[in-house]
């Protein structure tokens, strides 16, 4: 069973709206999360990274919260831009601060339209 | 500049076929890992190297194996290429295997016939 999902799969905004995106995970334990985002074709690039609880992040027009007890981060994107277009994925870590283990979500595919 | 190179990027073979994929980091980065990307599914890590020669199995290695005999290169080798390995293949490295932040390639499309 996965111990990441994401929600919605897909989503669709016209420019300039602001969305969120959901992370739910049963990682244990769970020593940090981050977002990614993933253009098509392309690789991952990291957004931001989440440690503590209740953490809170900003990076640009991308911010993001982290609630370790109800184990569910969000990334929200404000005031949309065309080049937002790509799938953003959820990443928990959970040995300690190692990176070779890490769960990664499916990701949610967003699709700015005009 | 920062970068993780993934050559090729696109690769079609036959069942059987063997297939190298190799990936390189200028950033003399510690850790390397080689992971897939399937449809709808979150990326499966293959393989993790510490350094040279300091390989570990992640959590799908059956019908891969790697070769990493410099800092900055990590190779992954299939030797009898399998139709259910068709799939996006990434490479990623980073300074330490704690505590930093995954520098990705663009991937490496395979497909196995």
């Known amino acids: 069973k996965t111990q990441v999902e994401q929600s919605p799969q897909s989503l669709v905004v016209r420019q300039g709206e602001n969305c969120v995106l959901q992370?739910?995970?049963?990682?244990?334990?769970?020593?940090?999360l981050r977002w990614f985002k993933q253009d098509t074709g392309k690789g991952l690039v990291s957004l931001t990274v989440?440690?503590?609880?209740?953490d809170k992040t900003s990076n640009g027009r991308y911010s993001a919260t982290l609630d370790k007890d109800a184990k569910h981060s969000t990334l929200h994107i404000t005031a949309t831009l065309l080049d937002d277009t790509a799938t953003y994925i959820c990443?928990?870590?959970?040995?300690?601060?190692?990176?070779?283990?890490?769960?990664f979500g499916a990701g949610t595919q967003l699709i700015v339209i005009p | 500049d920062m970068k993780v190179t993934q050559m090729p990027r696109y690769l079609i073979k036959r069942m059987g076929e063997n297939v190298l994929l190799e990936c390189g980091q200028d950033?003399?980065?510690?850790?390397m890992y080689w992971y897939r990307q399937d449809p709808g599914l979150g990326l499966q890590l293959i393989y993790i190297?510490?350094?040279?020669?300091?390989?570990s199995e992640g959590d799908i290695p059956k019908g891969y194996r790697v070769s990493r005999k410099k800092r900055e290169h990590f190779s992954l080798i299939l030797d009898s290429a399998k139709t259910n390995q068709t799939s996006v293949y990434f490479c990623?490295?980073?300074?330490?295997?704690?505590?930093?932040?995954?520098?990705f390639g663009e991937g490496s499309r395979l497909i196995v016939v």
């Open positions: 990623a490295s980073s300074l330490y295997s704690s505590g930093n932040t995954l520098y």
């Open positions: 992370c739910n995970y049963s990682v244990t334990p769970d020593n940090h």
């Open positions: 989440l440690v503590h609880e209740n």
């Open positions: 990443v928990v870590g959970n040995r300690g601060s190692a990176l070779g283990r890490l769960h």
């Open positions: 950033m003399s980065h510690e850790t």
């Open positions: 190297s510490y350094d040279v020669d300091s390989n």
